[in-house]
């Protein structure tokens, strides 16, 4: 361990000293091929990549992970990100004929289990391929946009340029998302991912009951179960309340008893 | 196309780059001196718990001038803390300094024991309790009831099945009519197989929730906002605000799998309440039942609740004391910024003073 009390600041200053003059250098306009002049849109690309690598690191650092982990470009909670290419189109083509052969033997229904969760995973896959192609084209649209603007008649901050950016891309994203054919692939990417791990969890009940360990829907039947009898027991109580009531009422009415006060019974009373 | 909109010198560029440096450098500094974040800043008692809710009573400075006391019920994603987020910000503390006697209902965090809770367990169960519980410590009737975006529909509902024990109802960002043209989450909600959703996941955890309200917006959410962080980082309690925010925003509850399904499929899919066929349990809501005053509460630029989903209550209760307020903000902003906590407290006890 080193002694020195700042270590770990000195090398987070160093390595954003670092990060952001490699950055800086991106756009430097003597630093283009043979110093020529790198004309300012590519300046503007390189300035939003840049920030698009920050805006990534910060929220991989927010949401706990490693400063390294934004590099593989994060993971959605909807799952991984696969890659979208025209080998795979192919490849999926072929392993969907080959998961259409029928299934044989002892281990028939396995295999069949397993050809249908392989064909979700490629569905799904052919889903997210479809929704990257709408975010693409919403980024395109955007920087399209961002090239019609009029031409400032002073000299710009990149701040101010990347807000401007920010905005019509939002703008370009909004329209697309309000779309009838978002809603569909959205819609879409959701279910796949939904058969997917549906497929997955079957497989692991079914390694559960062979070594003999409870499985998520035992527990869930049992936890309906319970939910429905603490419903029950709780509309029997309401009715016990009721009836006790109806009997102070009746008791007060042949004066031999005072009625019950009209109030509400004790929080404790009222759990189901 | 014009090919060269931009004017950005570069050495200008340079510099720019060369102060952002130097914030980020100074930033660990700042952020190593800020320490737990915490949120709810009102005193505050619990006096009801039941499985994970939590009906709270906050304490005020001084004794509250209303007789009638004031149920707050949150909505189901997010903590309910947005609206005591910290002593300069907070809803509660307003409303308890115009003399309001306020309470809260928190749902706390659902687990697979609560897997099977339906919005019939919600409404018709816990908050019947809370309210029966703050009924019976004030010995009265009926309280005022105040229903935030979600927990507006579940106050919407209440009031309709029991009407006699709301005396007045205040609504915040609440939705009615889920299928107006602006409204992003219902319009991706639509085609989804709720069912599916539902029967795989159980509970629907809240990062997945984060992630479909991130995506509402993404480069302002994901991207812009951190790279402005950058201008506070100096500021030590700029960046306790920013975190104490960012805590709230990903501090969130999952959601119990039936009341989710009912939700989505009820509510954002089938727009039952707009209709007048949404059912809690075996009981339909019908929102003409709601005769007691309504102020409805709902924000201009709000993103996630439109205005145009917010506006069509009054034409659908019962009401012949209906009043719409609309105010200069957004979903959250309704609740935290400065112009917030000035005008949206003060009309809400001026509101309530008057019945």
Known sequence: MSDKPHDFIDQYQAWVRQGLEAWSRQFDPKAGPEGATVPPPDIAARLFAGLGGYGEWMRSMAGGEGPGAALDGGLPPFGHVPGGSAEFDAWARAAKDMLSLPAFGLTREQQEEQQALLKAWIEYMEHYQRYRTLLQGVHERANAALREQAPPTDAESMRSVYDRWVNLAEESYAEAALSEEFREVYASLVNAQMRVKLLQQRQVERMAVQAGMPTRKEVDSLGERLQAARRELAHMRGLAAEVESLKAEVAALRGTKKPAAKRATKPKDRRP | ?355
């Open chain 2, 1 to 355: 196309m014009n090919e060269n909109p931009f004017l950005i010198d570069p050495e200008r560029a340079r510099a720019e780059v060369e102060a952002f440096r130097r914030k980020l450098e100074a930033g660990l500094e700042t952020l190593k001196k800020v320490g737990p974040i915490e949120l709810g800043a009102t005193p505050r008692e619990a006096v009801y718990t039941e499985d994970k809710l939590t009906l709270w009573h906050f304490k005020g400075g001084k004794k509250p001038a209303s007789k009638t006391p004031l149920l707050i019920c949150y909505a189901l994603v997010n903590t309910p803390w947005m609206i005591d987020l910290q002593e300069d910000r907070s809803m509660v503390r307003n409303l308890l300094a115009q003399g309001e006697d306020v309470y809260l209902v928190d749902w706390g965090y659902p687990d697979g024991a609560d897997r099977w809770l339906t919005l019939e367990d919600y409404i018709d169960g816990y908050l019947d309790r809370c309210v029966d519980v703050v009924r019976e410590r004030h010995g009265i009737e009926s309280l005022n009831l105040l229903g935030i975006c979600q927990g507006g529909v579940f106050s919407l509902c209440y009031a309709a099945l029991h009407p006699e024990k709301v005396r007045n109802l205040v609504t915040m960002v609440t939705p009615v009519d889920f299928h107006t043209p602006d409204n992003m989450l219902s319009h991706w909600a639509r085609n989804v197989d709720i069912d599916l959703f539902v029967d795989t996941m159980g509970n629907v955890p809240a990062d997945v929730m984060n992630f479909a309200y991130l995506t509402l917006k993404p480069l302002r959410l994901n991207q812009q906002k951190y790279i402005g962080l950058v201008d506070i980082l100096d500021n030590p309690k700029e960046v306790e605000n920013f975190l104490r925010m960012e805590k709230w925003i990903f501090d969130s509850p999952d959601q119990a799998g039936e009341a989710f399904r009912e939700f989505a499929r009820d509510f954002f899919q089938k727009n039952l309440l707009m209709k007048g066929e949404a059912r809690i349990g075996n009981r339909v809501v019908d929102l003409r039942k709601i005769t007691q005053p309504v102020l409805n509460i709902y924000a201009e630029q709000d993103h996630l609740v439109p205005p145009a989903a917010s506006a069509p209550l009054g034409g659908l209760v019962g009401s012949k004391d209906y009043t719409a307020l609309a105010f200069k903000g957004g979903h959250i902003g309704i609740y935290v910024s400065g112009r917030a906590q000035k005008q949206v407290p003060p009309a809400i006890h001026a509101w309530l003073a008057d019945r």
